[in-house]
């Protein structure tokens, strides 16, 4: 979508499969399978679908922590040959250091990323200025030295998406990142992480189980069905920016999730054919 | 009494009435002093050989400590190699567990071939039953680590070292605490079992020559000695561990 103003784009996958091992790509049983996918500078895509649908694996596949078994990667322009440090990565759990505080778990990343590692000592004032901006940016001002078992879960996830982009990242990715919140909390860091990328405009790989969450967010969402990992539909969100909660209840808004939940409805009652032959209406 | 401080006083307690009952039972029954002295007895037994039962504690809490210093040494590299390594824990786990089965006492009769009498199958022994438990707490601490956060740092571009010192060895710091509490307590039986066999002097050796000269009052001081012993490096190993990893007690209290 972006291609006028932008020359190729920033994540390029053409007829990418994986197969976790050699017997495995033997027998043709594949994680995920022609993959081809293009995605533009500073979007925001979303990929929803059932679990164990291959999203993880698409994750690994995206930072170099995996090598595709056929198929080309090109991120940035460039052919990926390992973990790319261009990427930021928040999960589900926040997996925060408890031996750590706040900040010092937020400055994790720069003490072993190139090139802020061989600055760390020098540069610690900087960095942990730095550190407490992106804290207070994401509303944690005051909560910076506590530790975070002392955090709500919440706050701990909002730390942990300061850790993915203390290092400004080119690309974030999100693996279910607000999943284990309640409504109000999930809905509150929805809004901070569209102000983080309004503001900073990386790109971000979204994956969720929540359809709301995925057309409010992102500018592209990939429904991705199960065994074989692949993607089935791609829905562009054309809603206006900058979008609030309220655009959450307008009927646009419903008829996108509805649609989507339509896709995802269809290949789940296609997967159940085979053990039932009552399909789901 | 608040209930708090109730449970701090309660060990006391529940010591003390022990003892009562302990001393009741030989009065009144008039048991013999040769078969089984009563609390009294033992103290002023104790009183009496004060400074011998104090050499030899001496000794026993010195080889103790030595073995227990080769313990962690031991302990902590072995654990950091199996825990650092896949191929190191399936090759090596499996022969160490074997090896924590057989009885250590057994070891005393060829440590003396080695070593001779003395101090040299004591601090062995002490070392050998009690390095088994910070190696398999090292190693465990170190191979827990959530996929996730690996990933996370591995995407960064971080060596296998740089998660192991940056999250391995902080995490597993609570088990090693752990495991030093119960492995001061097993270098004491190590110790006081080799005495009984193969030394001239420690308090198992006073156990085995007070026993065979009937004098059941300095024996039972002995024992008494040791588990006094034991209790204290077990606390002072709690006070550390209180103080070094608060954040391992506190997190579990809150979720």
Partial sequence: MQTSDNPGWFVDFERVWLAYTEE???????????????????????IVGPSGCGKSTFMKLTTGLKMPSEGRILIDGQPVTGPLKISGMAFQAPS??????????????????????????????????????????????????????????????????????????????????FGALDAFTREELWCILRDLWTEQKFNVILVTHDLRESVFLADTVYVMSRSPGRFVVRREIDLPRPRDLEISYTREFTDIVHELRGHIGAMRSNAAQPASSKAAP | MTKKQLEGWSPWILLTVVLGLWQLICTVFNVSEFIFPSPWRIAKQFWEFKEIIGAHAWRTYWVTMAGFGIAIVVGVLLGFVIGSSRLAYAAVYPLMTAFNALPKAAFVPILVVWFGIGAGPAILTAFLI??????VNIATGLATLEPELEDVLRVLGAKRWDVLIKVGLPRSMPYFYGSLKVAITLAFVGTTVSEMTAANEGIGYLLISAGSAMQMGLAFAGLVVVGAMAMLMYELFSAVERHTTGWAHRSSQNT
Avoid at chain 1, 24 to 46: M, N, S, T
């Fill in chain 2, 130 to 135: 009690s390095f088994f438990p910070i190696m």
């Fill in chain 1, 96 to 177: 925060l250091l408890p031996w750590r505080s706040t900040v010092d778990n937020v400055l994790l990343p720069l003490e072993i990323v190139e090139p802020f590692r061989s600055n760390f000592k020098r540069q610690r004032a900087v960095y942990e200025e730095r550190a407490r901006k992106l804290l207070q940016k994401v509303g944690l001002a005051g909560y910076e030295d506590k530790f975070p078992w002392e955090l709500s879960g919440g706050m701990q996830q909002r730390a942990s998406i300061c850790r993915a982009l203390i290092h400004e990242p080119k690309m974030l990715l999100l693996d279910e990142p």
């Fill in chain 1, 24 to 46: 495995l790509r033997l027998q043709k049983h594949f994680a995920v399978e022609a993959i081809d996918l293009k995605i533009g500078r500073g979007e925001f895509i979303a």
